[in-house]
């Protein structure tokens, strides 16, 4: 069984900065990596993947402020998100998709809270 470990999130101010990390158990190297979000009420949304060989995809609503990169090697990304607003307040999740395995993983989800 494969499981993404989360770390970061939290609370912080408008403007400010938080870097989240998930790592995979697994040593299969990724197809896709990366982190969606849920806020209540709302559906759960991409936030950035990364592929396997660095291509990266953001929502709209995140570019220019998060960045995602990948260290393959250790199976891990990082989603630095700077110029934090209250609206990406959410749970944000990792997700992962590994090379020869069709199905999806989900880590269980870390709270970043963005006060006005």
């Known amino acids: 069984q494969v499981q993404l470990v989360e770390s970061g999130g939290g609370l912080v101010q408008a403007g400010g900065s938080l870097r989240l990390s998930c790592k995979a158990s697994r040593s299969t190297r990724f197809n896709r990596m990366g982190w969606y979000r849920q806020a209540p009420g709302k559906q759960r949304e991409l936030v950035a993947i990364?592929?396997?060989?660095?291509?990266?995809t953001y929502a709209d609503s995140v570019k220019g402020r998060f960045t995602i990169s990948r260290d393959s090697a250790l199976n891990t990304v990082v989603l630095q998100m700077n110029s934090l607003k209250p609206e990406d307040t959410a749970v944000y999740y990792c997700y992962a998709l590994f090379y020869g395995d069709a199905s999806d993983y989900w880590g269980q989800g870390t709270q970043v809270t963005v006060s006005s």
């Open positions: 990364i592929s396997g060989i660095g291509y990266t």
